[in-house]
């Protein structure tokens, strides 16, 4: 039986994460994960024992429901007038939570309702406003800000320009024009000023939005929280209350236009020309509406059929109940398998610690082998099919073209790369890099252009230490190993951190990453180089979700496998594992 989806405990979505373990079974004895949930009896229950209860006559009748459509527990409070029953009820004619004997008493012709459903109703919403303040209002409000930098910036280019042409009209006239010269550039700065001001506000009224937002979150957990329920905002609060503020609308200012006159002696003001006030009209900012939120280059016809292909398979595709091993296959010409990355056709290239690359096809045959200078062997295959590698030592990355030429890509000066991936979105690539203590992710262009630079979190705090494997989601997120942070850090497309995952308790050394078709975060631990020697192997290959909540352990040492270092998965949704011990790489099926 397909899985709907893996279950974990409740957090809020999107909120910064330190791992979770997955539920497992209520049953007495059983540690099967936990997919159902009995409503009437409040129990978790795996597969096999939510069949068993099923079948008992005493609870055959019972609700029993995936575990994420669970009604959620009402928090047990007793009644302030009946200390020994229990308040499960609401009066709606009295819109007060009551017992069953305060029902008998005061409420026999009113209007009841069962407290219990409400109180999860209102968790589950606030549950679904807290996940689109974090998913759509906060992202969209960050993305106006942006924009607003880039009218500074561009306000400032264009005043630049101005000022360049007045003065060079100025220079023409000699000391004739000084005098007007001066006059208009005063009124080029106060026009300058005036816009600098008005963005500002702009500024100061989104900031004050995401307060709003902030403080609005902290409201709903709050909610969550409480565990009164006759004072609990949440049961006892109407829908227009939690309702959110839409995102304020701004204009986006319009930079003065020169006017450049013909000059003389006689009219040294016409002719020097005027700074005056656009005629354009300036145009509210675009709040992108929340199902198209996620902005994305325009597709070609063949880019939407493929999305489209890919969403059929999103809407059948779902984790197996139980993952089982396809085949393996040995990578000749390399000790181990440091690296994997799928190319086209059905291609995949793997590299050992030395800077060997070896390509083969999916059942391990050799079809080119490449030797270099890059240590460790990272690399990532484009767009168009080359094989794009870090040359650490070198301090440059190079391209292997599909004609066996080796060219520069770019050259990372004082800082040395290692990670890198080739975006499957866009085409951009994604370098980690350190120096001297410090590391970043870098973004370049197909042309190698540096188009962004990712360092630091909104506090000034180092995002990265060792930022040793990387990759892209399907959302545009970027994910990477830090194995001196002992975590996978993520951020969004735009740089702001997202979350850190650092494992399940003990000592986290994340390695390889990928993500797949569902947003998927796939990653390989196991134990630093200067302990390979110690017995006892505790690598593990961990399935997170692209929130980062802790799904599954797909693998671990009871597989058999060795030290796990690299990962991908294939276009078949198989994911294939490499070790560092050996040159051997196991397929798994883990979707269906």
Known sequence: MALSKPVVPDTVQNEPVIGQHYLVC????????????????????????????????DTKKHEVVPYRQRKRQLPVEKCKDHPTKDIDMICEDCHVPVCSKCVIQDHQKHTLNDLETIYSEKFTLCLDEIYKIHQYF??????????????????????????TSIKAKAESLKRLVDTVASDEIEQVNKMEESLKEKLKSQDKTYQDYISYLEDLVREFHGYLSSTKVQSNPLILSQPYQMKIKPIPKTIIPVPPV???????????????????????????RKIKPMKTASTQLKPTEQQRKQDREKSDVKRTLSL?????????YTVPGVGNVWHISLGKAGRLWASEDIGNFVKTDLQGNQLQKIQTDGVY???????????????????????????????????????????????????????????????????????????????????????????????ENINGDICTSDINKHAVVVVNKSGQHRFSYTGQGSMFNPYGICTDLLGHILVCSGPRLSVFLIPGNN??????DQHGQFLFLILTARQGVGFYRSLCVDDENNLHVGQHNTNTVKVYKYLQ
């Open 258 to 284: 020169f006017n450049a006159g013909q000059y003389s002696k006689e009219d040294v003001s016409k002719l020097l020309g005027r700074v005056t006030a656009p005629d354009t009209k300036p145009e509210n």
């Open 138 to 163: 906060l992202p969209t409000s960050h993305d106006i800000q942006e924009d607003i930098k880039d009218n500074f910036k561009e306000i400032k280019a264009t005043i630049d320009k101005i000022r």
């Open 377 to 471: 062997g990272y690399h990532t295959v484009t767009q168009d099919g080359d094989l794009i590698y870090t040359d650490r030592k070198n301090k440059v990355i190079n391209t292997i073209t599909l004609n066996n030429t080796i060219t520069e890509f770019n050259k990372t000066v004082d800082w040395e790369p290692i990670s890198i991936h080739s975006s499957h979105i866009n085409g951009d690539i994604l370098v980690g890099t350190i120096k001297n203590g410090e590391a970043k992710v870098t973004r370049y262009n197909k042309k190698g252009k540096e188009i962004q630079n990712i360092q630091r979190d909104n506090k000034g705090q180092g995002l990265y230490s060792d930022p040793r494997y990387i990759t």
């Open 320 to 328: 197996c109940s139980s993952f089982t091993k396809v085949r393996e």
């Open 26 to 57: 209520g049953s007495e004895g059983c540690e099967k994960n936990c997919l159902f949930y009995c409503n009437p009896c409040h129990r978790q229950m795996c597969e096999q024992c939510r069949d068993e209860h099923q079948k008992s006559p």
């Open 539 to 544: 690598s593990t290959v961990t399935l997170l």
